[in-house]
Structures are given as C-alpha cells and as structure tokens.
T-cell receptor
Framework: GESVGLHLPTLSVQEGDNSIINCAYSNSASDYFIWYKQESGKGPQFIIDIRSNMDKRQGQRVTVLLNKTVKHLSLQIAATQPGDSAVYFCAETENSGYSTLTFGKGTMLLVSP | DAGVIQSPRHEVTEMGQEVTLRCKPISGHNSLFWYRQTMMRGLELLIYFNNNVPIDDSGMPEDRFSAKMPNASFSTLKIQPSEPRDSAVYFC???WGAGGYTFGSGTRLTVV
C-alpha cells in the first residue's frame, strides 16, 4: 500500500512465492500508470505500464492490474527472486502520458532466500 | 546507449556553499525532469523542460534553486546557498513523447 508517513510499507516474502504490491492513486483523471523498481543506490527503473482502457497487462513474471472504480493499481510478481528486493513505486499521469508523472511513496519488497 | 548520466554521484558541501548538479539526457529525448527524493516526501518533481524550455518549475522549493538547459544534451540544477535541509538524492530523468521516464543514478547531496 501507500505510505503516509516516515516509514515505507514493507512486504516480506520467501523466494519462490508470488508477491502483490498495491497502490491507491488519487487523480481520477489519470489515464496512464507505470510501475518502477528502485534498487539501493540506483534510480527508479521502468517495469511495466498500463493505460486506462485496460484492466490487466502482463510482462515477464509481472502483471499489473488496474481498477479504475476504486482507483487501485497492483503489481504481481510471480516466483519472486532475491533480485526482486527493492522499493517499488507506482506513478500516474494524465493526457495519455503527456503530462508529468506523479509518484506514490513506494513499497519495499524484501525477498528471503 | 549509456542512459541518463548524472554527476557527481556524491556531493558533500558546507552550508552556504553553491552546489551544481549535472545531467546528460538520453540522445533524442525531448523532455528532461529534475526530481528530489527524501524519505519524508518521496519523489518530488522540481522542474521539467521540453525541447530545452522550462515548462513547469512550480516544484522548485525557493529562489535558492535554479535549473538551466542550455542545449538538448545538458542540464544543470544549482543550489545557492545550500542548506542542510537540501540534503537528498537528486535525480534527473528524460523521456521522448508520452511514456515512462528513464532515470539517472542520482546525486546524493549532503549539506553539513
């Protein structure tokens, strides 16, 4: 989920489990959404995106689900690996991506071997 | 492509000093963004340029911050004078058209 204070929400999973990271976005006019992964000491890295005319989009081991009714976005990671440990951010924007991105506070994913 | 290149990676400076952060966007990208990341506020957009022109600088904290983009391959973010509360990681990102941004590795700024 989203952080509203100093502490990032943390999801701890075992290697091989499936992970689900959630995001509640705020702008009902947002029509393009992106998930980013940020590893320690690095910049955010694009994972997967979805436009508002879709409910689901799949990539390699990742799936993004969009529920516009409740303004909720989720990222599912299948067969989570230690290398997936990072902070994950959702980002939203309007105008099909031509407006600037607004980032959520992030969720930390910790994967134990 | 080498990606978005930022320098320096780390900067430690004394309060009151001028700090200049540098960014080289991906060649061909027409938009450039400066973000600041802190634990308290997360990723905040400071300013963005489109075709080298500043479009929105409403996120710039105060007059101590300024940004320039003299050409399509270079941008700077300057803080003068710097203060301890400016300590953060500053990211530059670039993009082309609609879609996701490519971020640099960031500059970790510490003002003591």
């Amino acid at each position: 989920g989203e952080s509203v204070g100093l502490h990032l929400p943390t999801l701890s999973v075992q290697e091989g489990d499936n992970s689900i990271i959630n995001c509640a976005y705020s702008n009902s006019a947002s029509d393009y959404f992106i998930w980013y992964k940020q590893e320690s000491g690095k910049g955010p890295q694009f994972i997967i995106d979805i436009r508002s005319n879709m409910d689901k989009r799949q990539g390699q081991r990742v799936t993004v689900l969009l529920n516009k009714t409740v303004k909720h976005l989720s990222l599912q990671i299948a067969a989570t690996q230690p290398g997936d440990s990072a902070v994950y951010f959702c980002a939203e924007t309007e105008n099909s991506g031509y407006s600037t991105l607004t980032f959520g506070k992030g969720t930390m994913l910790l994967v134990s071997p | 492509d080498a990606g978005v290149i930022q320098s320096p990676r780390h900067e430690v400076t004394e309060m009151g000093q001028e700090v200049t952060l540098r960014c080289k966007p991906i060649s061909g990208h027409n938009s450039l963004f400066w973000y600041r990341q802190t634990m308290m506020r997360g990723l905040e957009l400071l300013i963005y340029f489109n075709n080298n022109v500043p479009i929105d600088d409403s996120g710039m904290p105060e007059d101590r911050f300024s940004a320039k983009m003299p050409n399509a391959s270079f941008s700077t973010l300057k803080i003068q004078p710097s203060e301890p509360r400016d300590s953060a990681v500053y990211f530059c990102a670039s993009s082309w058209g609609a879609g996701g941004y490519t971020f640099g590795s960031g500059t970790r700024l510490t003002v003591v």
